[in-house]
């Protein structure tokens, strides 16, 4: 499995219709934070295939929606569960910060 490339109508079908909490990272290309995260995350996503779904908006692209979810510093990440916003952090420094992120919101 690989990280979804969300579009508004992805993010919105993916946050509304899916059985699994989905996690949303907003970043941009620029970033140079993004960017040095984006190895974390591969492993973040090798070991969470069933449990959730994982995804990403580009905010360059999405502006409309990274306004709309009130994005105001990538990375963004939140997690959606049952369609709503459970739970976010604002560029988490390691991968370890990320799987306590996903932990903690899943127990929500």
């Given at each position: 499995m690989?990280?979804?490339?969300?579009?508004?109508?992805?993010?919105?079908?993916?946050?509304?219709?899916?059985?699994?909490?989905?996690?949303?990272?907003?970043?941009?290309?620029?970033?140079t934070?993004?960017?040095?995260?984006?190895?974390?995350?591969?492993?973040?996503?090798?070991?969470?295939?069933?449990?959730?779904?994982?995804?990403?908006?580009?905010?360059?692209d999405?502006?409309?929606?990274?306004?709309?979810?009130?994005?105001?510093?990538?990375?963004?990440?939140?997690?959606?569960?049952?369609?709503?916003?459970?739970?976010?952090?604002?560029?988490?420094?390691?991968?370890?910060?990320?799987?306590?992120?996903?932990?903690?919101?899943?127990?929500?």
């Amino acid at each position: 499995m690989e990280m979804l490339n969300m579009n508004k109508e992805l993010f919105d079908k993916s946050v509304k219709e899916s059985e699994v909490p989905v996690l949303v990272e907003f970043w941009a290309p620029w970033c140079t934070y993004c960017r040095r995260i984006a190895p974390a995350m591969t492993k973040v996503i090798s070991e969470n295939q069933g449990n959730i779904l994982i995804g990403q908006v580009n905010i360059d692209d999405e502006e409309e929606l990274a306004e709309l979810e009130k994005i105001e510093i990538i990375p963004t990440f939140v997690m959606y569960k049952n369609g709503k916003a459970i739970a976010s952090i604002v560029a988490p420094e390691s991968k370890a910060k990320i799987d306590e992120f996903i932990t903690e919101s899943l127990a929500k």
